[in-house]
């Protein structure tokens, strides 16, 4: 089917950035948003950025002014370009693509496996 692999997270510290990819391979005819979440110790899954397949972007309030989402629709890929960071950024951080498949017409929804961000203060 479709597999999403991401990559980039890791040990940074307070001020420092991170730049996230996510690639989406597999029995894909278009992909309309891609998106990232992050989810901490104990918290729901929130929104960080969503892009569509035409650029649009979304921003959860507490990253805007320090993120943005890019995308490369030639490679399935989106990418989270993460500034200031915050200790409060530390998460778990997933990413999510809405799926046209080659073999079916609807849309499916796709979760990567997650990749760790720490921030230390």
């Known amino acids: 089917q479709v597999q999403l692999v991401e990559s980039g997270g890791g040990l940074v510290q307070a001020g420092g950035s991170l730049r996230l990819s996510c690639a989406a391979s597999?029995?894909?005819?278009?992909?309309?948003?891609m998106d990232w979440y992050r989810q901490a110790p104990g918290k729901q899954r929130d929104l960080v950025a969503s892009?569509?397949?035409?650029?649009?972007?979304n921003f959860a309030d507490s990253v805007k002014g320090r993120c943005t989402i890019s995308r490369d629709n030639a490679k399935n890929t989106v990418y989270l370009q993460m500034n200031s960071l915050k200790a409060e950024d530390t998460a778990v951080y997933y990413c999510h693509a809405l799926v046209v498949l080659k073999t079916a017409p609807s849309r499916r929804h796709y979760w990567g496996q997650g990749t760790q961000v720490t921030v230390s203060s």
């Open positions: 892009i569509t397949s035409d650029g649009r972007t």
């Open positions: 597999g029995s894909i005819s278009s992909i309309n948003a």
